[in-house]
T-cell receptor, first 115, second 114 residues
Framework: AQSVAQPEDQVNVAEGNPLTVKCTYS??????LFWYVQYPNRGLQFLLK??????LVKGSYGFEAEFNKSQTSFHLKKPSALVSDSALYFC?????????????FGKGTRLSVIA | DSGVTQTPKHLITATGQRVTLRCSPR?????VYWYQQSLDQGLQFLIQ???????AKGNILERFSAQQFPDLHSELNLSSLELGDSALYFC?????????????FGDGTRLSIL
């Protein structure tokens, strides 16, 4: 079975400070990992993915994520937060060996960037 | 703009009724996914179609059904509606049916049951 956890419902950070949104996962094989962002009244928007290779993945809008196999984590990071980054962030995982099993999404973390 | 189009944007109806939600995937995408998003349940996967065939099934109620047509658009049918069916319904599409491709989401249909 595959699962993903986002341990924080809410993250608050001051504008200009670095931000981290946490994600841990569980799969039996190798993971495909994704981050999505959702702004109010909009659908989820793809930010970045880890499939294989370099553990540091760079994505849209200055976001990056670090894959850590030993800690089964895939935390989302940004060096300097903007007020416009305030949104709901979802981590998702799929086991690469799971055949037709669809993506499993975390419950989401609400990020608030305060000016 | 994700390229995924969902209609209608809003739908208000009563308990016991039936509604149809429509999704047009991105050009070139063969796979369509349906999700339900509510405050208490988060984002729940309902069903996936790939090139017209059902590929995977999630927490979809028997009162709900879906299909993907030859032109690849998809419809989600919800019947005998209950108050608890009030939610945001999202469609997403991807190039392939499995693997490492990201899904691209529409802006959803907000369903309100009165």
């Amino acid at each position: 079975a595959q699962s993903v956890a986002q341990p924080e419902d809410q993250v608050n950070v001051a504008e200009g400070n670095p931000l981290t949104v946490k994600c841990t996962y569980s799969v039996s094989g190798n993971p495909y990992l994704f981050w999505y962002v959702q702004y109010p009244n909009r659908g989820l928007q793809f930010l970045l993915k880890y499939i294989t290779g370099d553990n540091l993945v760079k994505g849209s809008y200055g976001f990056e994520a670090e894959f850590n196999k030993s800690q089964t984590s895939f935390h989302l990071k940004k060096p300097s937060a903007l007020v416009s980054d305030s949104a709901l962030y979802f981590c998702a995982v799929r086991d690469s060996d799971s055949g037709n099993t669809p993506l499993v999404f975390g419950k989401g973390t609400r990020l608030s960037v305060i000016a | 703009d994700s390229g995924v189009t969902q209609t209608p944007k809003h739908l208000i109806t009563a308990t016991g009724q039936r509604v149809t939600l429509r999704c047009s995937p991105r050009s070139g995408d063969l796979s369509v996914y349906w999700y339900q998003q509510s405050l208490d349940q988060g984002l729940q996967f309902l069903i996936q179609y790939y090139n017209g065939e059902e590929r995977a099934k999630g927490n979809i109620l028997e009162r709900f059904s879906a299909q993907q047509f030859p032109d690849l658009h998809s419809e989600l049918n919800l019947s005998s509606l209950e108050l608890g069916d009030s939610a945001l319904y999202f469609c997403a599409s991807s190039v392939a049916g499995t693997g490492n491709q990201p899904q691209h989401f529409g802006d959803g249909t907000r369903l309100s049951i009165l």
